[in-house]
């Protein structure tokens, strides 16, 4: 079975916001020849291609699940929204320290 497979496995066991589980939890679980830093690092690759595929994981702080009601999508998109607002402020925070930077050289 393939790594992307497992995964997808896993991750359909972790059904609910309840049952969440963290990529570092998911790599250690793939029986795999190579390092952990790399399992871990193509889990999280992973999980992402299997969104883009279409699947419904959702995640937080806490790890990834299997997204189960109305409830859970509603709370994720909120999530992510917010997320998406901080990067913006971030972003425009560091053009203007960069800009104020340059002015003063």
Do not use: C
Not at 15 to 38: P, V
């Amino acid at each position: 079975m393939s790594i992307e497979k497992k995964v997808e496995e896993i991750l359909r066991e972790h059904l609910g916001k309840e049952n969440q589980i963290k990529a570092r939890e998911i790599a250690d679980m793939i029986e795999s020849t190579e390092n952990d830093r790399t399992v871990y690092s193509k889990t999280r690759k992973i999980i992402t291609g299997l969104i883009e595929e279409g699947y419904p994981i959702g995640s937080s702080n806490k790890g990834y699940f299997w997204l189960e009601t109305k409830e859970e999508l509603e709370e994720y998109k909120n999530n992510l929204k917010n997320r998406e607002e901080k990067i913006e402020k971030r972003r425009e925070k560091v053009i203007e320290n960069f800009e104020k930077e340059q002015d003063g050289k």
